[in-house]
Structures are given as structure tokens and as C-alpha cells.
């Protein structure tokens, strides 16, 4: 009996304990995961807890690399309910509840890379709420990049030509090429991480081209092209005089051609002349002719 005692005081005593001190205690298995865009990926957050799990709760948040000031709602439980927010609507999902608090997230997107954090509460489990902190990466092959050009093709001119990606993870490498008629590397000035650019000072007919600007990082490599043409203004009149030629022999034709159609008229007019006097003739005939059968009828 004193020994059943002894072990009552000290179950006691442990409840006790754990009721003042008691805490949920969570672990994640690893703080840092990459996705590739478009894959699932599943956020491990493991917690530990003396009570029954009627009151837990659980909220998932992530703090977005793009916006670190905003940090949002991915999921939540709370007493068995579960509230996914509108940006992972159907994408996230509790994978183990009640034993763990992992969620799998599905179709993953650019965005979605930050840091998360896991709070798991139980009450009546009293002290901070366990907290679990990882993040995830999201990596993505460049998006097609825009290939434009700006300033003066003709020749003595600057222009510049600018490569812009807006998507890709880690963050593309800019290259600039002239392909024809040698292939050429150019040297690269990035405005900024996404957009690289050319500057070419006074052109000449060389510099008319394709130029091929390529956006690469480990998940894939997209292009664009621009074709530069440099306009070199003509130093020699043939081309003046061809046209001058070419022109007075178009005119001399179309003389020619007016002459032929004035003379093919006026014969046309002569001949429809003789016909219709010949037609007088005949008509006269038979105007004649039916007041002689009339006569002879009546
Ligand atoms: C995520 O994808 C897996 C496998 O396709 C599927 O079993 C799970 O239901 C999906 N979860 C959500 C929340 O859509
Ligand atoms: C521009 O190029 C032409 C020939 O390509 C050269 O004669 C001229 O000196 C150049 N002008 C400048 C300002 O570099
Ligand atoms: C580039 O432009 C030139 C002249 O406009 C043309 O002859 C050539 O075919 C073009 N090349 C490409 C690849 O479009």
C-alpha cells in the first residue's frame, strides 16, 4: 500500500509539472528544402505533446521571399477543422494529422518561396506554442527572355541592345552573341539581375547581324534574337542614274503604247463609219417593204 502511495504522489507530482512547465515541443527534420516550380514538396514539422488532442491547434505561415513585410496564411487546424488560404487553395494539405504536423504542398509556384513556420498549440498544455521554422526554395528554368534594341542604325550611330527574363531561379546568366557572319561573344552590362544589355558605338555595315542574347541557369537556357541592320547611305550615283534610265524607257514606252492606241481607235471609228452608212442603205429597203405588203392587204 505505502509503495502504491509513494507512485501516486510521484504521478502526481509529474502532472503537475508538465501542467506548469508543460510545453508542445516541436522539430523540424530539415530547415531547408528546394522545390523545382511545378513539383510537390512536403514541409516536415514534427511536435511532441503530453495531452489528449482534442484542442490542438496548428497554423502554418509563410513569409515570402518576394514580400518579407507580409507574411501570410498557408493552413490552418483547429479542433479538427481545416482552413487552407486562398493562395494554396487546393494546392496544401495536412499529411500525418494528428501525429504530425507536416503539410504536403502540391503544383508549387515561384511565389510560394519564403520561410514558413509552424506554431502548434494544445491546450490546456500551458507555455509558448511550439514553433518550427524552415525554408523552402523554388527553383524555375528561365521564362523566354525580350530581345529590343534602342538608338541610331545608321551608320556612325550607338545602339544598345537589351536581353530582359523575368522568371528563373537561380537567376539566369545573361550571354550576348553575334551569330552571322562570325559567331562573336559580346561583353555584357547587367542593368539589373534580370536584364542584361549591349552597347555598340559607332556602327558600321559590319555590325548588321543576328545577335542572339541566351538566358541560362541549371534548369535550362531560352533565347532571343534581334537582326540589326545598319544603314550606310549610298557613296556612288548608279543607282541614281539606273533609275533616271529606267524611268525615260518606262515613259518612252508608254508613248509608244498611247500612240498605238490612238491610231488602233481612230481605224476602228473609220470602219464603223462605213458600216453604218451601210446600214442606212438596207434599212431604207425594208422600211420600204412592209408599206408595199400592207398595201397589198388591204
Ligand atoms: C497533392 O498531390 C498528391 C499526389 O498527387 C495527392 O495525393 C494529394 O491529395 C494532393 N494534395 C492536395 C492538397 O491537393
Ligand atoms: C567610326 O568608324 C569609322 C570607320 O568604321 C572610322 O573611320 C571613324 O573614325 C569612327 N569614328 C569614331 C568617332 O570612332
Ligand atoms: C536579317 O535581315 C536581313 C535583311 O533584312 C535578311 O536578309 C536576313 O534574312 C535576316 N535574317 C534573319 C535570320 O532573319
Redesign the pocket.
Known amino acids: 500500500m505505502g509503495c502504491t502511495g509513494w507512485r501516486l504522489l510521484w504521478l502526481a507530482c509529474l502532472v503537475s509539472t508538465f501542467l506548469q512547465y508543460g510545453a508542445v515541443r516541436v522539430t523540424v527534420r530539415e530547415s531547408a528544402l528546394e522545390v523545382v516550380r511545378g513539383d510537390s514538396v512536403t514541409l516536415p514539422c514534427s511536435f511532441f505533446t503530453m495531452m489528449p488532442l482534442f484542442r490542438l491547434s496548428i497554423i502554418w505561415t509563410l513569409t515570402p521571399v518576394s514580400d518579407p513585410d507580409s507574411p501570410t496564411q498557408v493552413i490552418v487546424y483547429d479542433q479538427g477543422q481545416v482552413i487552407e488560404s486562398p493562395s494554396f487553395m487546393g494546392r496544401v494539405g495536412f499529411a500525418g494529422m494528428p501525429w504530425s504536423a507536416d503539410i504536403i504542398l502540391n503544383s508549387t509556384w515561384v511565389s510560394d518561396a519564403g520561410v514558413y513556420r509552424c506554431v502548434v498549440s494544445n491546450p490546456p498544455e500551458t507555455g509558448d506554442p511550439g514553433i518550427g521554422e524552415l525554408s523552402l526554395t523554388v527553383l524555375a528554368p528561365p521564362s523566354l527572355p525580350v530581345c529590343l534594341w534602342e538608338g541610331d542604325t545608321d551608320a556612325g550611330g550607338n545602339v544598345r541592345l537589351s536581353c530582359g527574363v523575368v522568371e528563373g531561379f537561380p537567376t539566369p546568366k545573361v550571354i550576348w552573341e553575334k551569330l552571322e557572319p562570325d559567331k562573336t561573344t559580346l561583353p555584357v552590362n547587367m542593368d539589373d539581375d534580370m536584364t542584361g544589355s549591349v552597347h555598340i558605338a559607332n556602327v558600321s555595315a559590319q555590325t548588321s547581324g543576328?545577335y542572339r542574347c541566351s538566358v541560362t541557369n541549371p534548369l535550362g537556357t531560352q533565347h532571343c534574337?534581334i537582326?540589326l541592320?545598319v544603314y550606310t547611305p549610298p557613296d556612288n550615283s548608279p543607282g541614281i542614274l539606273q533609275g533616271v534610265l529606267l524611268s525615260l524607257s518606262m515613259a518612252l514606252l508608254l508613248l509608244a503604247l498611247m500612240v498605238l492606241v490612238l491610231w488602233l481607235h481612230r481605224s476602228a471609228q473609220e470602219s464603223k463609219w462605213r458600216i453604218s452608212h451601210e446600214d442606212d442603205e438596207c434599212y431604207n429597203e425594208i422600211k420600204y417593204t412592209p408599206s408595199l405588203i400592207k398595201r397589198s392587204f388591204v
Open positions: 543576328l534574337y537582326n541592320s
